[in-house]
């Protein structure tokens, strides 16, 4: 099986832009979570998505959102760029949902500048 | 809301020493507890997870621990090896639970370094 691929790698950005990356999940998952990596911080939860719908998000602003399609393939967009969201932006899909067994893309690493 | 807190940040060990890393978790509904390795560059990959009605689980060279009571759990690496060297990441979540959140909360990371 195909592992979970995200699109672009990385990305270059200014502030005041807006982004859209993508998740292909592992065939047969439904779950879709993202997450934001960055230095000291660790992964920080921003939404998962189950079945095309919005299960859980985080303490994040409104600017971030996301969607899943019927295919289970999943997009985040960031509106309004800042330069604290600079970070490894991660995708995991798993076959339940809430959180288990997560399997993990290799990420886009995004840079505001 | 769920907070997970993990010790070290760093750990230095000799290769063939045991490594041990510690996290707590804040939420007593937490019932899943799964562990990543981050090897620099490289996606995070589930090494093992425990579930809340298992106290130990091992898996080779790697075991966890789970004291429900205290409200945490422990990763044990024994005769490590220079491959081991990686950040590790322990999480927390109430899983399957009617109603519940459910999604993974991570805590900050533990760079382990095993030198030859």
């Known amino acids: 099986k195909a592992g979970v691929t995200q699109t672009p790698r990385y990305l270059i950005k200014t502030r005041g832009q807006q982004v859209t990356l993508s998740c292909s999940p592992i065939?047969?998952?439904?779950?879709v979570s993202w997450y934001q990596q960055t230095p000291g911080q660790g992964l920080q939860f921003l939404f998962e998505?189950?079945?095309?719908?919005?299960?859980n998000k985080g303490n994040f602003p409104g600017r971030f959102s996301g969607r899943q399609f019927s295919n289970s393939r999943s997009e985040m967009n960031v509106s309004t760029l800042e330069l604290g969201d600079s970070a490894l932006y991660l995708c995991a899909s798993s076959f339940r949902d809430r959180g288990e067994k997560l399997f993990f893309g290799s990420g886009t690493q995004l840079s505001v500048l | 809301g769920e907070n997970v807190e993990q010790h070290p940040s760093t750990l230095s060990v000799q290769e063939g020493d045991s490594a041990v890393i510690k996290c707590t978790y804040s939420?007593?509904?937490?019932?899943?507890f799964p562990w990543y390795k981050q090897e620099l560059g490289k996606r995070p990959q589930l090494i093992i997870d425990i579930r809340s009605n298992v106290g130990e689980k091992k898996d080779q060279r790697i075991a966890v621990t789970l004291n429900k009571t205290a409200k945490h759990f422990s990763l044990h690496i024994t005769e490590t090896q220079p491959e081991d060297s990686a950040v590790y990441f322990c999480a927390a979540s109430n899983s399957g639970r009617l109603g519940s959140q459910g999604n993974l909360i991570f805590g900050k990371g533990t760079k382990l370094s095993v030198k030859p």
């Open positions: 939420d007593s509904a937490s019932n899943y």
């Open positions: 998505y189950f079945s095309e719908t919005q299960r």
């Open positions: 065939s047969g998952h439904r779950s």
